[in-house]
């Protein structure tokens, strides 16, 4: 694999970060998802508005967190710092070479480093959507423009959070976030964890369903 020596390494070691930050990523998702399945017999379970507003405080932190989660792994390199960035491992990436000394056949490397990148420009779109979200309501608030402000009637309130994704589109692209740092941990020869991700989604579904249910046991005992 032929890459300057410092950019390489700095990959490899970033490995293990991209996998923490996934797993992040896989606590609060998980756990969103699953109080979002159950919400019908939660909702037709609760008669006190407390604990509606608090259940909806809880799920709202949630989908935040995922949405500052995934925009973490997939940042650009900014200028002065060595942060997390898929996108700058994957311009790496591009430039490896086959090595007779890889794990990986010269086909299986040829083809991993297609899905590689197929898979990241398919996300681009939805990637870009949400680091709008991160960047103009969860890291600021961005108000816009004077101009834009102006525009508006007076009384208008031109700082709403409008989400242009569906539950199905960041649950396929926190998913294809996964698959990309498994390849990534694939193309230079390293293994992911895969039983941890198993144990984080197990252990996230397990605890979202005993709050449900003590809850709505709680609830029911009055």
Known sequence: MN???DEIDLLLR??????????SLIYSW??????FENHKIINSGLTSP??????????????????SNIIRIWDKK???????????AHEVIKTLTHTENSNLSRVDFKEIKGCINQMVIKQNNIKDRIQNIRNDHLSHKNLGSLDKIKAYPPGTRFDQLFIDHTLIEFDNFYKETGEIISLF?????RNVNQPNRDHAIRVCQEGADELIEKILYEQKKG
């Open 185 to 189: 941990y694939k193309i230079l020869d």
């Open 30 to 35: 998980e756990t969103y998802k699953r109080i």
């Open 50 to 67: 407390a604990i509606r507003f608090s259940l909806s405080v809880i799920s709202s932190a949630l989908i935040k967190e995922s949405w």
């Open 78 to 88: 900014t200028k002065c710092q060595n942060n997390m960035s898929l996108h700058k």
């Open 3 to 5: 890459f300057e020596y």
């Open 14 to 23: 970033s490995l293990i970060i991209f996998e923490e930050e996934y797993i």
